[in-house]
């Protein structure tokens, strides 16, 4: 084989590998899309076989409620293919969540199993009527965690406001199921709070009389009406700083409780002020003597100066 032919040959040796490769990773990479469809869709065919079932069930409830008869076929016990599904295949998911709806189905079916039986005997069902109507709360409850916010526990939620609840639940049919003794939007907002989930607002826990007929204590308030009231600084005493920073055997005694706090020395009197010393008055001038007048014939001595 020449030098030239078996270039070639390597060239295209080399060519039909990398376009092998290529076609490997593109099929591979099909396959997982393809997979990641599948599982995404077998998750969401889960929230919806337990949306159908709930509201099978609500309907055949709200009938008895109001009297009338729900059917022959009423309370019959339903598959779940999906779920059993997921739980067959190696789907990642949240495996506590698929727990918690089983756990649902199989609370569900007991509950109605036990109403037809009470139902086919002609006894009193109201009470089991309640159970099961309870049992469809938490399964509308834990059908808005897993359709949401992917099947996480309630206290690990995001905070929520409880309108979404009701938009979600209106918007999913479950807003057309009226009872007479159950508010059936209230009663899933109040049985997530009771869980744990944190939802806004929070409920009232005065009346409006009763909120406007509190006092107000503004001393009880530290930082005041406005919050803007200056705390005066915690005084330290002396006696706990030596007893914390000493580092000695025997750290100083501290003045018990029984000990009597010695008196407080009496406060220094103020110094009086000195009196102001009147001044003494000038004594007047003593006034020269009068010269008496001389005699007429008297003359006067003759006054020598020096010079």
């Given at each position: ?65 109001y009297?009338?008869?729900?059917g ?16 067959a295949a ?13 756990a ?59 309108w ?8 999913h049919?479950?807003g ?82 029984e ?24 004594a ?24």
């Amino acid at each position: 084989m020449s030098t030239a032919s078996f270039q070639s040959f390597l060239t295209g040796g080399i060519g039909l590998l990398i376009v092998a490769a290529m076609a490997i990773a593109w099929l591979l990479w099909r396959e997982r899309d393809y997979r990641m469809a599948s599982h995404k869709a077998a998750l969401g065919g889960v929230g919806q076989e337990l949306k159908i079932a709930l509201q099978r069930v609500l309907d055949e409830l709200m009938q008895l409620s109001y009297g009338r008869s729900p059917g022959r076929g009423a309370f019959m016990p339903m598959g779940r293919p999906q779920l059993d599904a997921v739980n067959a295949a190696l789907i990642e998911t949240n495996r506590q969540a698929i727990s918690v709806i089983g756990a649902f189905y199989e609370e569900l079916e007991i509950r109605k199993l036990e109403l037809r039986a009470a139902m086919a005997e002609g006894e009193d069902h109201e009470d089991l009527r309640r159970l099961c109507l309870e049992s469809c709360v938490e399964g509308i409850a834990t059908l808005f965690l897993w359709d949401v916010y992917d099947g996480v526990a309630p206290q690990d939620a995001p905070t929520t406001r409880s309108w979404d609840v009701r938009a979600w639940m209106k918007g999913h049919g479950f807003g057309r199921f009226e009872f007479p003794d159950l508010h059936l939007r209230d009663a899933v907002v109040e049985l997530l709070r009771a869980y744990g989930m944190h939802l806004t607002p929070r409920p009232l826990t005065h009346t409006a009389h009763e909120y406007w007929s509190m006092r107000y204590d503004r001393q009880a308030d530290p930082r005041g009406v406005f919050g803007r009231r200056k705390i005066a600084p915690a005084i330290v005493d002396e006696q706990t700083d030596e007893a914390a920073d000493y580092v000695g055997d025997e750290p100083p005694r501290l003045a018990s409780a029984e000990e009597a706090p010695p008196e407080p020395s009496p406060p220094p009197e103020p110094a009086q002020a000195a009196e102001p010393v009147p001044l003494a008055e000038p004594a007047p001038a003593e006034e020269p003597p009068a010269e008496e007048p001389q005699a007429e014939g008297d003359e006067a001595p003759p006054v020598i100066r020096t010079t």
